[in-house]
């Protein structure tokens, strides 16, 4: 048995697919964990989804931003659909509410003590240790499976608050918590979230007071090993206790995938179904 670590498959499937042949995945032995972003942009989203949730306890998915949005657009929220997005044969599906109500279900943060390694979708600010992490995912996966999820999904857009505090309530807090989880690249060395920038870093402290996430030696959560997605202009990346392995496999980079037992990288070189910085 092997646990593959996959990035962002946006709606690739056909590059999904051959990227586990290339690992060899046994359905029947193996897991799968998703770093999110299951669907949008790529061609076939609905088939990505129904393929993860056939895969039943063998997958393990965070939520993305994509995947929020989706549940977003799917519950009425249609101003924030984007010209660029391909989510319509989801909602247009006959399973789109089972589908969907699978997605709601997802969690933010899935920690495994055995390996000794958590994933998330994009990132953690530097307040939070893997107990302050577990507990704001939590936060919002019971209002995301609750009754008033649908307020939660209405409110979820937006840059506001940038900065983490214990007093924050409400909508506030809620968004806070979804954005580190799902958005986060850049913050400064006070954890103040830098939600516009999405480029490439540059790894220079001396040079830019935004730094990745994960650049700030003083971050409460440094000694966790952590697996995320989300940036695709930083490609693979293995170091400061994290593994980034979203690798821009719709933007026509690589689809990656990092078997956790022994950390071996598989990559498959994808055609792209989108331009680069079309997000």
Request: charged share 25%.
């Amino acid at each position: 048995m092997s646990t593959y670590a996959i990035g962002d498959i946006q709606g690739c499937f056909t590059e999904l697919q051959r990227l586990l042949e290339l690992i060899r995945f046994d359905v029947s032995q193996d897991v799968l964990w998703c770093t999110g972003d299951l669907v949008n942009r790529g061609p076939n989203s609905l088939e990505v989804l129904r393929f993860v949730k056939g895969l039943k306890e063998r997958a393990i998915v965070v939520l993305g931003n994509h995947d929020l949005h989706l549940l977003a657009v799917a519950h009425g929220n249609i101003e924030y659909l984007k010209p660029q997005d391909t989510l319509a044969p989801i909602l247009n599906a006959p399973d789109s509410d089972e589908l969907l109500e699978w997605l709601r279900y997802r969690p933010l943060l899935h920690h495994d003590a055995n390996l000794g390694l958590t994933l998330i979708h994009a990132g953690l600010p530097p307040q939070w240790d893997l107990w302050q992490a577990g507990r704001c995912a939590y936060e919002v996966e019971e209002v995301l499976r609750g009754s008033k999820f649908q307020k939660y999904l209405a409110n979820l857009y937006g840059n506001e608050p940038q900065k983490w505090s214990n007093q924050l309530t409400g909508k506030k807090r809620l968004r806070f918590i979804t954005n580190c989880f799902t958005r986060l690249r850049y913050c400064d060395a006070e954890g103040k979230l830098a939600m516009k920038k999405k480029g490439a870093p540059s790894f220079d402290i001396n040079k830019d007071a935004e730094q990745p996430w994960f650049w700030w030696p003083h971050r409460a959560n440094s000694d966790m090993q952590i697996i995320f997605g989300h940036w695709a202009t930083l490609g693979y990346y293995a170091g400061n206790h994290v593994y980034a392995l979203d690798s821009g496999c719709v933007w026509g980079g690589f689809l990656t995938a990092l078997r956790l037992e022994d950390k071996q990288v598989f990559t498959l070189p994808c055609r792209g179904e989108r331009t680069p910085g079309d997000e």
